[in-house]
């Protein structure tokens, strides 16, 4: 099988592959169109995110037998045209959902007990203690929307803290040791802590928006490493104002490239969530770890293997 690698990953990738017999072709510079001119030549493709696999694209793929993102979202592969065209779609959550939980309960850590902020205070000759008083997790009910591969590990570190940890997730039957499955009524009832852990698709486009933060009972910490666009910016941003989010930890933003590797608009919005002390942003490397990178690399291998080799 010809596969044609699109975006730089783990070696292991390659060395596990051609080792398997597999004919790769690396390509991390090609346009768009320059791709599509070509794409027929190959039965499989692994990506991340630099180039969208539209209707367009997949059309042109006339022998593609699968579609690899080293990842866990898939929101730039029109799925629905590839499984018509029957092409196999594989992704590797397995691979970055520990890297992820770490992430979540690093950032809460840091934000409810003003970490960052007492240590730059003290570094620049500021000494505050009743000030930066910090906020326990202990105790705290933790609402997850979202319980697969993600929400799972992250609720096994939760629970380790002492917190009650509630999620939603559109299918049943997924309580476990580590968290309760609950309706999303009485998550709003409940919650003093909101994660995301969703994929980007139709029905979770602005999940979080002005009337999802109204209905949350409490005040609470809300993180997001799921995807920007589940959560609608504005509607944040006047909820941490009017202090009914009581702080933020965001991972990925409304205003991120499709690539993820950078950001396409500023505006007040963003400035504020720069510059708020309410807020921790990170630059989309939840799923980022020396030991992720190798995971997800190990996952896609395994599983083109399986069925392909």
Not at 34 to 42: D, F, G, M, N, R
Not at 145 to 165: D, E, H, W
Not at 205 to 213: A, C, E, P, Q
């Amino acid at each position: 099988m010809r596969i044609l690698l699109l975006d730089k990953n783990h070696p292991l990738i390659t060395e596990q592959l051609l080792a398997k017999n597999f004919i790769l072709e690396e390509d991390f510079s090609s346009s768009y169109d320059e791709v599509c001119a070509k794409i027929e030549q190959y039965d499989g493709i692994i990506i991340r995110s630099r180039i969208p696999l539209d209707k367009n694209f997949l059309e042109k793929a006339k022998n593609l037998k699968f579609i690899a993102r080293v990842g866990a979202g898939m929101e730039n592969i029109n799925i629905p045209v590839a499984e018509n065209l029957g092409i196999q779609l594989i992704n590797s959550p397995e691979g970055n959902r520990d890297s992820v939980a770490e992430h979540v309960v690093g950032m809460l850590l840091i934000l409810m007990n003003r970490l960052f902020i007492a240590s730059q205070e003290v570094k620049n000759g500021i000494w505050l203690r009743e000030e930066n008083r910090g906020d326990e997790l202990l105790g705290k009910t933790v609402g997850l929307i979202g319980y697969g591969n993600m929400g799972k590990a992250t609720a096994k570190r939760l629970s380790g803290f002492g917190c009650t940890v509630i999620f939603h997730d559109i299918l049943p039957d997924l309580s476990d040791e580590f968290a309760t499955q609950v309706s999303l009524e009485e998550l709003k009832e409940r919650a003093e802590v909101v994660s995301l852990h969703i994929p980007l698709t139709e029905q979770t486009y602005y999940l979080v928006d002005g009337s999802f933060i109204s209905e949350m009972k409490n005040n609470f910490y809300f993180v997001n490493t799921a995807r920007g666009k589940n959560v609608e910016t504005k509607s944040l941003v006047e909820a941490l104002k009017a202090g009914k989010v009581k702080g933020a930890c965001l991972d990925v933003l409304e205003y991120e490239k499709s690539s993820f590797e950078n950001l396409e608009t500023e505006n007040e919005d963003l400035q504020y969530l720069l510059e708020s002390e309410k807020v921790i942003v990170t630059p989309h490397i939840a799923g980022w770890t020396v030991q992720s990178k190798e995971k997800l690399a190990q996952v896609i291998v395994d599983k083109i293997v399986a069925q392909f080799a």
